[in-house]
């Protein structure tokens, strides 16, 4: 039976060994997370190790590792990038922290609903009245929204009340998507291509040059540009050429896990023969999956 420190010392060792991405944890990284002096952290390590679930590494780069059963023991899976849920907070992801199991823990009615989450990564970020968005979850593509009202740093689990809980329509993202595109054409300034976004009161437009895409341009990319004193540049000059793209029968799931993927808004929407057809935004598909209909 591990003590609280242990477990705590434990949970710390995977948070910053996944985000250390299989690089060996030193125990100052640990101590230093958990507010605790290096020397009790080796020797509760002394300990872990001899119990199996830590693993030393030895040399000038060495330090701890946690074993497949350290896992086990905390109850949690050793989770890859592809299967990772995202948790969300003001509508922004939070970095380096996924969720490993999600427990209902009491549904009377679908108004009061709480939520136990099993998390792996610093949850020390979210605070009690938090609103938080978790998923979609690989499997059922479930999404759950909620207010955070309790957190135990020792197990790492957010204890949510649930304000909604939804599965991604299956739906095309054809359905979802803006098929009025407004357009840049590659001739345009900066300034130009500026007015047309604030005018339109849109983030962003793919360029289109002879009936292909070109690149997109947001105005992150604006004002950036005018930050540097490039105002006087054409959108060619600033836009991004990395066109990330969807055909028109591609799920809403796998559009949202595309976005997720590549840290980005929106997607323009192709044919076939990859003729734009539309866009599609995080908003866009986040209002379709609010919808009750």
Do not use: W
Not at 31 to 40: D, F, H, K, L, Y
């Amino acid at each position: 039976m591990l003590t609280s420190v242990q477990k705590e010392i434990l949970q710390s060792l995977i948070n910053l060994y996944r985000k250390a991405e299989g690089k060996s944890i030193k125990g100052e990284e640990i101590a230093e997370i958990m507010s605790r002096n290096p020397g009790t952290i080796r020797n509760q390590m002394q300990s872990l190790r001899s119990l199996g679930l830590v693993k030393g590494v030895p040399g000038p780069r060495g330090g701890y590792k946690p074993t497949i059963e350290a896992y086990h023991t905390l109850n949690i899976t050793d989770i890859s990038k592809e299967t990772q849920v995202p948790i969300f907070k003001g509508g922004k992801e939070l970095k380096d922290i996924t969720v490993a199991k999600i427990e209902f823990t009491s549904i009377p009615h679908p108004g009061e609903c709480e939520a136990a989450i099993k998390a792996i990564g610093n949850i020390k970020r979210i605070d009690l009245g938090d609103r938080i968005r978790i998923g979609p979850t690989p499997v059922n593509k479930l999404i759950v929204n909620g207010v955070v009202v309790g957190r135990d740093d020792m197990d790492n689990i957010l204890l949510l009340d649930t304000t909604g809980i939804r599965s991604i329509p299956k739906k095309k993202v054809i359905e979802v998507a803006s098929k009025d595109l407004i357009t840049l054409k590659p001739t345009l300034s900066i300034r130009e291509a500026a007015k047309v976004l604030s005018t339109r009161d849109i983030e962003g437009a793919p360029v289109i040059g002879d009936g292909k895409i070109m690149g997109i341009l947001t105005l992150s990319d604006i004002t950036r540009a005018l930050a540097e004193d490039k105002e006087n540049l054409k959108v060619t000059e600033i836009m991004s050429d990395q066109i990330i793209t969807v055909e028109e029968d591609v799920m809403i799931s796998e559009a949202i896990d595309i976005m997720n993927k590549n840290n980005i808004g929106r997607l323009i929407v192709t044919d076939g023969k990859g003729a734009p057809k539309g866009i599609v935004t995080r908003t866009d598909l986040l209002d379709k999956i609010a919808s009750p209909k």
